[in-house]
């Protein structure tokens, strides 16, 4: 599949990369982002050895599995040994006392970590009615692997599993999680929690093709993160039926062809805009399996200028829309073989942003659409996520006059903006069976922004 540059792609982040730029950024002390290891088909998930760090049958169970994975593990860490992971296992806290050894072990380690290394923790979450002291120690895993995050340079990044009460450490449903976290499929998602539960199982995944024979729809597919998102699902293994309005159909019909799916014009907004996707997929296919809600509109104005149109219009396109057509997949027979569904929300909707109250309402109705529709498919064996974008490389972004789009750049851990890429990669590994047991998550592609969590 051939490779894209974004839309005012980073130059300055490739200057300081090479001959004189970099030497020039270091005399200068300027910010010097890293480029970053993506994924690519065939390489190895780590190029080095893996550090667990735990005491107790949780982290020895783990290290365990990733020894199942060809991996050279270690428990114990070879002073200047470069490593390409450090996984803390903190699964049986009960008293912040016990955080010390663990995490202070891990710290001692950092500096051994290679460029694009991988730090994960894996945990519980606190719960209201636990006692105080195990409570308070869980939670303050929060604090740690989000400072980390920050403190990490050349690519490096520190996210972490929550795994609810019963999941253990080796199993399938964390190790799916666990292996989107530890590969480059996750570069650009930083500092952040994935909660893993029990519903589903990962069983045995082609690696190569982990979507092979499953049925895709994305929305808003004819350009920009839409159609890296279509790429990417049928890379997997997916077939994609490319949906976008009728205005947009000479590029939807060519990402269509390119990746060898099928494309639906369709104006989402349409009260049978959900029956006319099933009887798509029904005639195609005989079932859907995937649904990308990926369509979505800006329409910026302050609150106080903000007129009928722009606000009905955000509303209707980025929720509205999406909420119809889930009823519709709910209510039909060819939903029912564990469905996925990956809504695209923005850290707008988490953070707010001046001049947005529209698109962020929109964008927090997302988040809140999502962690209410995971119990409903529960039942299927289904799972619903969200993802949340940043600041992604793409012709709106470059539309950004330089001086801002060089600051939106920078306000994040990994210091450059994302791909459409990064996107796609973290919408294919929901849509896949690695990602059973996660369900009503809001996953932030963002590299760690400064706005919000």
């Known amino acids: 599949m051939r490779s894209r540059s974004a839309p005012g792609a980073d130059s300055y982040t490739a200057f300081v990369n090479r001959g004189f730029g970099r030497v020039l950024a270091r005399r200068l002390g300027l910010p010097r982002p890293a480029i970053l290891r993506r994924y690519t088909p065939g390489a190895p998930l780590l190029a080095g050895p893996v550090l667990v760090v735990g005491v107790g049958a949780g982290a020895d169970a783990l290290a365990g599995a990733l020894l199942a994975w060809q991996l050279d593990v270690r428990r114990h860490a070879t002073p200047g040994e470069r490593l390409a992971a450090i996984v803390v296992v903190l699964d049986e ?58 403190e990490l340079r050349a690519g490096s990044t520190a996210n972490g599993l929550m795994l609810a009460d019963g999941v253990a450490p080796d199993a399938p449903n964390t190790l799916g999680a666990l292996r989107f976290l530890l590969s480059a499929r996750s570069a650009f998602v930083d500092g952040q929690f994935l909660s893993v539960g029990t519903p589903g199982q990962a069983g045995a995944i082609d690696r190569a093709r982990p979507l092979d024979g499953r049925v ?27 949906v976008d309005v009728p205005a947009a159909g000479d590029h939807l019909a060519a990402v269509a062809n390119e990746i060898r799916g099928t494309a639906l014009q369709v104006d989402i907004t ?46 209707a396109v980025n929720i509205a829309a999406q909420l119809r057509i889930n009823e519709a997949l709910l209510a039909s027979d060819l939903f029912t073989r564990s469905p996925r569904i990956v809504s695209v929300s923005s850290t707008s909707g988490i953070a707010g942003n001046r001049g947005q109250t529209n698109y962020a309402a929109s964008k927090a109705g997302v988040i809140g659409m999502v962690k209410a529709t995971a119990p409903l498919l529960a039942g299927r064996g289904g799972t619903v996520n969200a993802v ?15 001086a801002t789009r ?6 994040n851990s990994l210091q450059q903006g994302g791909k459409p890429a990064d996107v796609a990669e973290a919408i294919a590994f929901l849509a896949s069976d690695a990602a059973a047991g996660v369900t009503g998550n809001v996953l932030r592609v963002c590299g760690q922004n400064l706005v919000g969590q």
Not at 406 to 411: M, P
């Open 388 to 402: 949340a974008p940043g600041f992604i490389e793409t012709e709106m972004t470059a539309r950004i006059p330089f």
């Open 406 to 411: 060089e600051v939106a750049r920078r306000l």
């Open 216 to 242: 895709a729809v994305v929305t808003g597919a004819a350009r920009g993160i839409g159609a890296a998102i279509a790429r990417t699902l049928a890379r997997d293994g997916a077939a994609v039926i490319a």
């Open 93 to 150: 806290l009960a008293h912040p006392d016990e955080l010390s050894d663990p995490v202070r072990a891990a710290g001692a380690s950092l500096r051994d970590l290679a460029g694009n290394g991988r730090v994960v923790t894996i945990s519980r979450p606190a719960a209201a009615d636990q006692a105080p002291a195990p409570a308070a120690a869980r939670h303050a895993v929060d604090g740690i692997l989000r400072s980390l995050a920050k």
């Open 270 to 315: 349409a009260a049978d805009a959900g029956e006319r996707i099933l009887a798509h997929a029904a005639q195609r296919h005989g079932r859907l399996d995937i649904v990308v809600h990926n369509a979505g509109i800006t329409r910026d104005k302050l609150l106080a200028n903000m007129d009928a149109a722009r606000w009905d219009s955000v509303i």
